[in-house]
C-alpha cells in the first residue's frame, strides 16, 4: 500500500502546452471582429446602395454574398485545423 501511494505522489501533474486563457482570448478576439466586420458592412449598404443606383433589395444581396462567402472561408479553415470529417460535426 505505501508504494502505490507514493508512485501517486511521484507522477507529474499534466499541464497545457499552451495557456487557455490565450486561446479563449483569441477565440474571443476573433469572433468580436467578425461580428464588427458583419456589422459594418450592415451599416455601409444603404450608402452602397445609393452610389450605385441599387434598391435596398438588391443591395441586400451583396450582404448575403458576404455572409455565405465568410461562412465558406470559416469552414474551410475549421477543417484544415481540425480535419473535414470532425468539422462536420458542427
Do not use: C, K
Request: aromatic share 6%.
Amino acid at each position: 500500500m505505501s508504494t502505490a501511494g507514493s508512485l501517486a505522489a511521484e507522477q507529474p501533474t499534466w499541464q497545457p502546452r499552451v495557456n487557455p486563457w490565450i486561446i479563449a482570448v483569441a477565440v474571443s478576439l476573433a469572433a468580436f471582429m467578425e461580428a464588427l466586420d458583419t456589422s459594418i458592412a450592415n451599416v455601409a449598404l444603404p450608402h452602397i446602395a445609393g452610389s450605385m443606383g441599387a434598391s435596398n433589395d438588391e443591395s441586400t444581396w451583396v450582404l448575403t454574398s458576404y455572409l455565405v462567402s465568410n461562412a465558406v472561408v470559416l469552414r474551410s479553415a475549421a477543417s484544415s485545423l481540425v480535419g473535414s470529417v470532425a468539422s462536420v460535426s458542427f
